[in-house]
């Protein structure tokens, strides 16, 4: 067998190899599927009990969501890592080409962060939360929190039927609706009354600026500065104290934030 028809083996090979692997892959996706069906039912119970309550919205965690799903991985805290550690009805392997590719093989025992799963199936599980009809349905930025709202039934979408009311009342009320003249201002000269004398002076008392009869008024004080005892220095107002936020869990793996979300 020359050279060229050995790499030609070869290729063919790493070619049925691949296959192989994609295959494998496609067992995890198949799994996954089965997952976020299920964390979709969690979801649509979360909101059953919160619509109960005579609420019209609702922020559930997709990790505290895959807590409660059968047989979910599961990760243990290494180094500050949260790393899947049990893989329940799958496989590393599986996962690994069905998100990473399958042109390498798998070397078993390579870590895989926790939140790197979960972020395969946040977009899926996403995608179908939507499609349930909320008025408004979006991921919290940074988390696993995904925040919808439902229509409450007090609200109704308006129709513009209040417009022709206006209409209606102005035209049986049409006399009650004629132009009024406004009464006059107070002090103004009732009409018909004549008008006064050319000698008189104003009401207000005021004389013309070329008057200079009698002596003029005593000039102004200046004012009076306060006194040291009443000058006190204000202090700049104080900031209010911002409460320390809560941090976040690394790896983006959320705390639970209730009894009943926890494990």
């Given at each position: 067998?020359?050279?060229?028809?050995?790499?030609?083996?070869?290729?063919?090979?790493?070619?049925q190899?691949?296959?192989?692997?994609?295959?494998?892959?496609?067992?995890?996706?198949?799994?996954?599927?089965?997952?976020?069906?299920?964390?979709?039912?969690?979801?649509?119970?979360?909101?059953?009990?919160?619509?109960?309550?005579?609420?019209?919205?609702?922020?559930?965690?997709?990790?505290?969501?895959?807590?409660?799903?059968?047989?979910?991985?599961?990760?243990?805290?290494?180094?500050?890592s949260?790393?899947?550690?049990?893989?329940?009805?799958?496989?590393?392997?599986?996962?690994?080409?069905?998100?990473?590719?399958?042109?390498d093989?798998?070397?078993?025992?390579?870590?895989?962060?926790?939140?790197?799963?979960l972020?395969?199936?946040?977009?899926?599980?996403?995608?179908?939360?939507?499609?349930?009809?909320f008025?408004?349905?979006?991921?919290?930025?940074?988390?696993?929190?995904?925040?919808?709202e439902?229509?409450?039934?007090?609200?109704?979408?308006?129709?513009?039927?209040?417009?022709?009311?206006?209409?209606?009342?102005?035209?049986h009320?049409?006399?009650?609706?004629?132009?009024?003249?406004?009464?006059?201002?107070?002090?103004?000269?009732?009409?018909?009354?004549?008008?006064?004398?050319?000698?008189?002076?104003?009401?207000s008392?005021?004389?013309?600026?070329?008057?200079?009869?009698?002596?003029?008024?005593?000039?102004?004080?200046?004012?009076?500065?306060?006194s040291?005892?009443k000058?006190?220095?204000?202090?700049?107002?104080?900031?209010?104290?911002?409460?320390?936020?809560?941090?976040?869990?690394?790896?983006?793996?959320?705390?639970?934030?209730?009894?009943?979300?926890?494990?």
């Amino acid at each position: 067998m020359s050279f060229a028809a050995t790499l030609s083996k070869r290729v063919s090979a790493k070619q049925q190899e691949t296959k192989e692997r994609q295959v494998e892959g496609t067992k995890w996706l198949a799994l996954e599927a089965k997952y976020i069906d299920t964390a979709v039912d969690l979801f649509k119970q979360r909101c059953t009990r919160v619509a109960q309550t005579m609420l019209c919205t609702v922020t559930v965690s997709f990790e505290v969501l895959t807590r409660d799903v059968p047989n979910f991985p599961a990760y243990s805290v290494k180094d500050g890592s949260y790393l899947v550690d049990n893989w329940g009805e799958g496989e590393a392997a599986s996962w690994y080409y069905a998100r990473r590719g399958a042109s390498d093989p798998f070397a078993h025992g390579t870590p895989i962060q926790f939140a790197e799963l979960l972020e395969g199936m946040m977009p899926k599980f996403l995608e179908k939360v939507k499609a349930m009809g909320f008025i408004r349905c979006g991921r919290e930025p940074g988390t696993w929190r995904v925040k919808v709202e439902w229509r409450h039934p007090d609200e109704q979408p308006k129709n513009g039927s209040s417009n022709g009311n206006g209409s209606s009342n102005g035209h049986h009320n049409g006399s009650s609706t004629a132009s009024v003249a406004p009464p006059p201002p107070p002090g103004s000269p009732k009409r018909g009354a004549p008008p006064p004398p050319p000698d008189e002076e104003p009401s207000s008392g005021k004389r013309p600026r070329a008057y200079r009869g009698s002596s003029p008024s005593p000039p102004k004080s200046p004012p009076k500065s306060p006194s040291p005892s009443k000058s006190k220095s204000k202090s700049p107002p104080k900031s209010p104290s911002k409460s320390p936020s809560r941090t976040e869990v690394p790896s983006c793996t959320e705390v639970p934030t209730s009894d009943d979300e926890k494990r």
